[in-house]
């Protein structure tokens, strides 16, 4: 998918989602709405489905907002699952990438839930988030302005599930009064709630 605006006048508004209702664990029929036992059931069936797999976004959610001027913001919030010991070794380390100096990239949180019920927050661990360069500019060194946030989680383990919050911010437009933006849902995860959002400013055409 791809949305570029265009300088004209129209309100718009885009949402798109693919996603099955999911609740954070089993819970008791009394007093749940009918939507709540549905979503507990539904819950309790793709955790059975997804059993063998190495892990499971259980959601992942991206939130694009663009303004005027061409700056902007992409929310990325995911919760991921991790069932087995090559799951966790996946996860090892998160790398986020972006564009500099036109774009900053922050970790807003992330919190390992471990099996046993404890958390960890991971942004308080020494040296847990780190930026430097993208491993793309070892061959193309015409991208050096391309980086990469790396986040290290060497306490994840089989049964914990991690939660993570990341902000892109465009701080100096590509271009002034400007923007596009393409975007491809994963296939290569088990997402069962994915969805992507995209605010646009009032007044402002776009085309897709």
């Not at 007093?31 to 979503?39: D, I, P, T, V, W």
């Not at 990325?76 to 790398?95: E, P």
Request: glycine content about 6%.
């Amino acid at each position: 998918m791809f949305v570029r605006g265009i300088a004209s006048s129209m309100v718009c508004g885009l949402f798109f989602a693919a996603c099955v209702a999911l609740s954070p664990g089993p819970a008791t029929a009394r007093g749940l709405s009918a939507a709540q036992k549905q979503a507990a059931t539904e819950n309790q069936s793709a955790r059975r489905k997804y059993a063998n797999e190495p892990y499971v976004f259980e959601r992942h959610f991206l939130a694009v907002r663009f303004e005027n001027d061409g700056t902007g913001t992409r929310e990325l919030s995911a919760r991921v699952r991790i069932q087995t010991d090559a799951g966790a070794q996946q996860f090892r380390q998160l790398v986020f990438s972006f564009v500099s100096p036109n774009e900053e990239m922050s970790v807003r949180s992330a919190t390992i839930h471990t099996a046993s019920g404890s958390t960890i927050d991971v942004r308080s661990q020494p040296n847990a988030t780190k930026v430097g360069p993208s491993s793309v500019t070892q061959k193309f060194p015409a991208y050096s302005d391309l980086k990469e946030l790396r986040v290290a989680l060497p306490n994840l383990k089989a049964g914990d599930t991690l939660d993570y919050e990341v902000v892109t911010r465009i701080i100096q437009p590509f271009a002034p009064e400007e923007f596009w933006f393409s975007y491809d849902f994963p296939h290569d995860s088990i997402i069962p709630d994915d969805r992507l959002e995209i605010t646009l400013p009032q007044g402002r055409a776009f085309s897709i």
